[in-house]
């Protein structure tokens, strides 16, 4: 194995998960939908050939819950760390410490995220050493790596609207060519979902082969 593609995952757990969504669903409800959004994205990276999956979860007590979620096909491993950047930063570490080439990284915020887009991730990294894909709310629902460089996770503002633009400064702080996926939307409040809703329609309509059923069940789409 010399590429890895890790799903960062927290245990949907109720007032835990998607509470910016609240009170625009009940903080069950939007543990529900989050468990939903799991789901979905992980079917939807099985389609990747030649890309091993493993699931990054949090809190560690929460193994039971994935099993139960997932199954026990796919590789679970406990995030280390407090801040995020310290979890993203001990998962790549750990993975290159493996002897693993490529390292891309994903959240779930986002079930619609086009495969294509992983895909054209796993490209780049053959030929720039980072690849980092924007969200509208500042952030990133991806950042790969084909060589360990802790240091771009340093001094970022964690939960901010700063966190893709103070990454990209360090980026290039560093001296690290890097390539820019499209741009994509995170779902975290109720302007989100009501997006999410409409996109959905959309696809439905559309008959996109990427469609998250789980979720589409959730919203009675």
Do not use: C
């Not at 009940?26 to 939807?44: E, G, H, M, T």
């Not at 001296?175 to 109720?190: A, E, G, Q, S």
């Not at 997006?195 to 059923?213: C, D, I, N, V």
């Amino acid at each position: 194995m010399d590429t890895a593609l890790i799903l960062f995952a927290r245990e949907p757990v109720s007032g835990k998960v998607k509470t910016r969504l609240s009170p625009y669903i009940s903080p069950q409800k939007a543990a529900d939908l989050y468990r939903a959004f799991i789901v979905d994205i992980v079917n939807n990276l099985k389609k990747l050939k030649n890309r091993d999956l493993t699931i990054a979860y949090t809190p560690p007590s929460s193994v039971t819950a994935f099993h139960e979620l997932i199954g026990r096909s796919i590789p679970l491993f406990a995030q280390r760390g407090v801040t995020l950047g310290e979890r993203l930063q001990n998962a790549f570490q750990d993975f290159f410490d493996k002897g693993i080439k490529r390292v891309i990284i994903i959240g779930t915020d986002s079930p619609t995220l086009p495969i294509s887009y992983i895909k054209e991730a796993f490209q780049a990294l053959l030929k720039v050493p980072v690849v980092i894909g924007p969200t509208f709310d500042g952030g990133y629902y991806l950042i790969g790596l084909s060589e360990f460089t802790g240091e771009i996770f340093n001094g970022i503002d964690w939960g901010s609207a700063h966190v893709f633009s103070q990454t990209i400064s360090r980026i290039y702080d560093l001296n690290r060519k890097f390539h820019l996926l499209p741009p994509w939307y995170d779902i975290d409040t109720p302007n989100d979902l009501t997006f999410l809703q409409s996109h959905f329609l959309a696809m439905k309509l559309s008959g996109s082969r990427e469609f998250p059923t789980k979720t589409s069940q959730f919203l009675q789409i």
